[in-house]
């Protein structure tokens, strides 16, 4: 069977399978406030989707995005997804024979959009202690060329949840700029982090900062997002993309209804979250040769490291998989360090939660000794 096929027959199958319990995809599960479903109501009885939305975006949702992020400045292109401008930037400022920096474990379909325009990928291990989970500063100053065109910095960081300091991002940024490159800030984490920092304060010109609806309000299905930056930077970016015929208006009336109850929302959503990465962090001490490395998470998952436990990460996520339970393979983040974690995610009702907790310590048994791969899907 083709990859394609059999990917998508993957994918298709989780989603048609009831009672799923989703821990893989970073999703949020928790209901919608009542006005962000209503508006998408509205948007159907009124029949506006007979319409193309304008180009960039809602102008309304525009400037909600903006003083959301807190760049009122700069510039914004609404995209189908973060992952649309993502894609769009890596196709439109890289090319043959230029250099595409990012870290490892790391987001992979940017890295793969850079490999398909021709660009060269330097990837920088950031796993361990002794990485801190995170880039140094140091480390990336160190991989500059002059073929250097565009970092690419996930923060917080899927799939570890540790996010940048302060002094950290300035640093960062400062180097892309001393080499000319665009920094893109990818931030669809970043209201689940507590002190996030934005890199384009520092460098404004040069950074494209991504922003998602799928993570904090729970919109993935839905496909909408957004790429900021400077008005040039946008506007090169304006000249020729994806789709010129405007998001989707009903995921548009929906962004700018989940912003206007934001504020009274999301907090109980962060509340839970962060709640369930303490279950997992308790269930999870209780194992002999599984560790949370990183607590608490900047994301909505957590990973669990499996290093000392004797077991391949692909085997406990098939030995889940029996159980109706979806967790992530390291192998979908990264090829070096695919055999030391899982990914949890954390967005979802606490009795998902509890169940992977209390299925937790026999799967590990089970799991040790199967010799399972999983495609990284
Ligand atoms: C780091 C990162 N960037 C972007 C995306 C895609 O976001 P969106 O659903 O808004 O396209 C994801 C989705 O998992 C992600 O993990």
Known sequence: MRQLDERNQYFDRLFNTPDLI???????????????????????????????????????????????????????????GA???????????????????????????????????????????????????????????????????????????????????????????????????????????RHFAEGHSLAARHYPEGTLTTYSFSKWLGLAGLRVGAVIGDGDLIEKLAAAPPNNLGSNVLSQRAAIAGLKIKDQWFPEVQRRQRANQALIRDAVQGIEGL?????????????????????????????????????????????????????ISTSVPEEWVERLCELLPDAVARARGVNAEMRAF
Request: glycine share 8%.
């Open 22 to 80: 989703w821990l893989g995809q970073n999703t949020n599960h928790f209901p919608a406030h009542p006005a962000v479903v209503q508006a998408m109501h509205d948007s159907i009885a009124s029949g506006e989707y007979h319409l193309y939305a304008p180009p960039a975006g809602m102008e309304e949702l525009r400037q909600l995005i903006l003083a959301d992020i807190g760049l009122p400045e700069a510039s914004v292109l609404v995209t189908d």
């Open 83 to 189: 992952i649309e401008g993502l894609y769009h930037a890596c196709h439109t400022l890289c090319g043959a024979g230029d250099q595409f920096v990012t870290t490892d474990p790391g987001w992979k379909w940017p890295v793969a959009f850079a490999a398909a325009a021709g660009a060269e990928i330097v990837e920088l291990p950031i796993y361990g202690p002794e990485h801190n989970y995170r880039l140094q500063p140091a480390q990336l100053e160190a991989a500059i060329t002059d073929r250097t065109r565009l970092i690419y910095l996930v923060d917080p960081i899927n799939p570890l949840g540790s996010c940048y300091s302060a002094g950290e991002i300035e640093a960062i940024a400062a180097i892309a700029k001393a080499a000319g490159a665009t920094l893109i800030h990818d931030c669809t984490y």
């Open 291 to 343: 560790t949370v490395p990183v607590y608490p998470s900047h994301g909505n998952f957590i990973i669990v490291d499996v290093t000392a436990a004797g077991l391949s990460p692909d085997a406990l996520c098939g030995v889940l998989r029996e159980d109706n339970v979806m967790i992530r393979q390291g192998g979908y983040h990264s090829k070096r360090f695919a055999e030391r974690f899982v990914k």
